[in-house]
């Protein structure tokens, strides 16, 4: 985003009642020294399992981890072939073939197994890759991996892996342990298939970590399993049940509730996550980008958003408006100034309560990148009249749980990963698991 486009924004919006450029929240903590000391009761390690949990149970009953998880491979879903090198550098495809699937013209069967390693796109899947019809007609490719071989695949996807520091790696690996098997048994107990998806619905997996021979790469490689082997087992519980781990890109200046972003697992299944916590990495980044009037040319925080006609026409459509909103305005906003709900106004004046994130849905999680809007143009409760609608806004994700840009800063000023995770998830605490069990 170009400096002048933000200044123009800036000066358009401030007669509003708008905040300026990303101005940082009343509630966001005032500015001290830039090392954001960790607090000395932060530093426990984890313990050992001791308490018995309500999810991913053992057949005794005891809280446990899966030995496997089968991960469904978006990105190959549904194509009427696939292929890949296996662990012999033996190049293969499957088609599908009937009501089955053939490997390079044989028998057709059910199901093919193959062991791993595999290598397809680029890409390399350890344990053993499963083949299947897929039940809209093509194929479908299931990686079966070890947990923890998991585990480094989603760190190594969701983080800059070549500088992430040991405690950036170690916090990551605990969330993304405590997601998998805490979303693996919430699929069991509701007679779901017990499987994960490599993408952003649950986590970003994309295989092994792939590196080349340069001694940087070396050393990342290094830390990465250092990290994973470090945190063996180790997973977040809250009360009697593992924690609702969720992560995302930069909460912009805080972090937000889990019941106000996910009422639909609170409703369905009781769930408890974090609750929200001042983020000061991204409130100082925040005042820092609002003095600038810019965002910050290397490590941007904020973002600027244009909704076109076509767009809010696709609003209208989403929300039944019979024709594009008249108007966008926060029903109920939170403490970071994370727009919650929003009233979209008719034609008729008449308005529709949705929850934010179902129009984060509808425009794009790419193009409304998160909830915390600092301004609109027009500003919000302004008739729109059809033409573009801008957003201003900071953040990137649904802003629960561990925030990966205050978290960098954080380790970067020598937090600890388990001083980490009990400033992002208040009231959880690190358990260590020793068994195993198989997922089925």
């Not at 970003?204 to 790469?217: D, I, L, M, W």
């Amino acid at each position: 985003m170009r400096r002048a486009r933000i200044g123009a924004l800036l000066a358009l919006v401030a007669p509003a009642a708008c905040a300026p450029y990303l101005a940082p929240t009343a509630s966001a903590p005032p500015a001290r020294d830039p090392q954001f000391r960790a607090p000395d009761s932060r530093t426990a390690s984890p313990e050992r399992a001791g308490t018995r949990a309500a999810s991913a149970r053992a057949a005794d009953g005891a809280l446990a981890l899966p030995a496997h998880v089968d991960v469904v491979l978006g990105f190959l879903e549904d194509r009427p072939a696939i292929a890949w090198t296996d662990a012999s550098n033996r190049q293969r495809t499957a088609r599908t073939a009937g009501s089955g699937v053939s490997v390079d013209g044989a028998q057709p069967t059910t199901r093919v197994s193959v062991p791993g390693p595999v290598t397809i796109d680029e890409r390399i899947y350890d344990g053993e890759l499963l083949v299947t019809r897929h039940p809209e007609g093509g194929l479908r490719a299931i990686a079966r991996v070890p947990l923890e071989a998991y585990v480094e695949g989603v760190v190594s996807s969701e983080l800059a892996i070549w500088s992430a520091s040991p405690a950036e790696l170690e916090a990551q690996a605990i969330a993304a342990r405590t997601f998998a098997v805490a979303t693996l048994e919430q699929r069991r107990e509701a007679g779901m298939r017990v499987r994960l998806t490599d993408g952003v619905l649950d986590q970003a997996f994309r295989g092994r970590f792939v590196h080349g021979n340069s001694a940087g790469a070396r050393a990342a490689a290094r830390r990465l399993a250092d990290a994973v082997r470090t945190t063996t087992g180790a997973v977040l519980v809250r009360g009697d049940r593992l924690e609702e781990a969720r992560f995302h890109a930069a909460c912009g200046g805080r972090t937000a509730h889990f019941a106000d972003v996910f009422r639909r697992e609170v409703v369905e299944r009781g769930a408890r996550g974090p609750t929200s916590v001042a983020c000061r990495p991204c409130a100082d980044r925040a005042r820092k980008e609002s003095a600038a009037g810019a965002p910050d040319a290397s490590r941007p925080l904020g973002w600027v958003v244009d909704l076109s006609e076509a767009t809010l026409a696709q609003i209208g459509r989403a929300f039944d408006l019979g024709g594009p909103p008249r108007g966008i305005v926060p029903a109920r906003i939170d403490d970071g100034g994370r727009w919650i709900d929003v009233a979209l106004y008719d034609a008729k004046g008449r308005s529709k309560r949705v929850e934010f994130d179902a129009l984060r849905r509808v425009v794009g999680y790419t193009e409304l990148k998160s909830g915390v809007i600092a301004a609109t143009l027009p500003r919000a409760g302004t008739a729109l009249r059809g033409g573009p609608l801008r957003i201003q806004g900071r953040g990137r994700g649904h802003g629960v749980g561990l925030c990966q840009e205050g978290m960098r800063d954080l380790a970067a000023a020598g937090w600890t990963s388990a001083q980490i995770l009990a400033l992002y998830y208040p009231g959880a605490r690190i358990v260590r698991l020793q068994s195993a069990v198989p997922t089925g």
